[in-house]
């Protein structure tokens, strides 16, 4: 089993920036792909990002390609979303999302489907 702790959410003012982050326990996270998804009220869960764990790619979702950088410390078993030039539509409960080992990358895992493992979230709110 792998537990899944998200940190770093907060309150911050449009153009402003955050950093998300995710301590993994239970198990090394080095052979799973990791991602970050968020859930905005009233809305479904969406991607936001994933980083493969047999390479440094990447992947963003469009709404925030160019703002957010994922990245992983496998040492630390760590997850990382750095946030910039957020916007109010950026509100919403950020989720740290973990596959079973050795999964590639995929249109699965786009989707919930396609994770094994969940953190409990962390609010962002974004004033305008």
């Known amino acids: 089993q792998v537990q899944l702790v998200e940190s770093g959410g907060g309150l911050v003012q449009a153009g402003g920036s955050l950093r998300l982050s995710c301590a993994a326990s239970?198990?090394?996270?080095?052979?799973?792909?990791m991602a970050w998804f968020r859930q905005a009220p009233g809305k479904e869960r969406e991607f936001v990002a994933a980083?493969?764990?047999?390479?440094?790619?990447?992947y963003y979702a469009d709404s925030v390609q160019g703002r957010f950088t994922i990245s992983r410390d496998n040492a630390k078993n760590t997850l990382h979303l750095q946030m910039n030039s957020l916007k109010p539509e950026d509100t919403a409960v950020y989720y740290c999302?973990?596959?079973?080992?050795?999964?590639?990358?995929?249109?699965?895992?786009?989707?919930?489907?396609?994770?094994?493992?969940w953190g409990q979230g962390t609010q962002v709110t974004v004033s305008s």
């Open positions: 239970g198990r090394t996270i080095s052979r799973k792909l």
């Open positions: 980083i493969r764990w047999n390479s440094p790619t990447t």
């Open positions: 999302a973990a596959t079973a080992d050795g999964t590639n990358y995929g249109t699965l895992v786009l989707v919930e489907s396609g994770y094994e493992y």
